[in-house]
């Protein structure tokens, strides 16, 4: 089974700050890679698939890189509204597909 | 905008059987894939079965083909997950979703909790 980590596990950040965070695959799974936001008591809510491409609707200061094993999500200014757990998942090995453990994003 | 609602969920003994449901408001239902999905305590989300918008394709993980099945019915709107023979392994929020790769719409998840 394809393994996800992410890193950090968790961060602190102020309002404007530029935030990356990693997920990397214990394989290589081409661009078969998403990323999603969650906030307490909410769904999980989709921000980018095909590890670059951005949902419509999503704000333009998320962004996505990567393929293969390594993959960057990068908030480029952060928003109050952006205080949320990040999780990256796997869709390479269809019809299963596995999550990271996520990231905590909170204020410092 | 697109809801899910999952219910069914609740506390079954081992080898007993539950049937989850997930009603689906807002955008079309009958024209894509669905897939449930399940976090157990203290881990990652897995994915546990998926469903073709014509059923002609349906996807189970190991640890639960042969015990689960999963269906549809478009007209209602209405994903559904029949649970048989539980095990306490299988105890855990139970998830939602339109897609079968990236999934675009999540409900809010149902908990089964299997134990004596």
């Known amino acids: 089974a394809i393994q996800l980590t992410q890193s950090p596990s968790s961060l602190s950040a102020s309002v404007g700050d530029r935030v990356t965070i990693t997920c990397r695959a214990s394989?290589?799974?081409?661009?078969?890679l998403a990323w999603y936001q969650q906030k307490p008591g909410k769904p999980l809510n989709l921000l980018m698939y095909d590890a670059s491409t951005l949902k419509s609707g999503v704000p333009s200061r998320f962004s996505g890189s990567g393929s293969g094993t390594d993959f960057t999500l990068t908030i480029s200014s952060l928003q109050p509204e952006d205080f949320a757990t990040y999780y990256c998942?796997?869709?390479?090995?269809?019809?299963?597909?596995?999550f990271g453990p996520g990231t905590k994003v909170d204020i410092k | 905008e697109m809801q899910l609602v999952e219910s069914g969920g609740g506390l079954v003994q081992p080898g007993g059987s539950l049937r989850l449901s997930c009603a689906a408001s807002g955008v079309p239902f009958s024209g894509y894939f669905f897939t449930w999905a399940r976090q157990a305590p203290g881990k990652e989300l897995e994915w546990v079965a998926n469903i073709k918008h014509d059923l002609s394709e349906r996807n189970y993980a190991d640890s639960v083909r042969g015990r689960f099945t999963i269906s549809r019915d478009n007209a209602q709107n209405s994903l559904y997950l029949q649970m048989d023979s539980l095990r306490a392994e299988d105890t855990a929020v139970y998830y939602c979703g339109r897609g079968r790769g990236w999934i675009d719409h999540w409900g809010q998840g149902t908990l089964v909790t299997v134990s004596s």
């Open positions: 394989q290589a799974i081409s661009n078969a």
């Open positions: 998942q796997q869709f390479n090995s269809y019809p299963s597909f596995s």
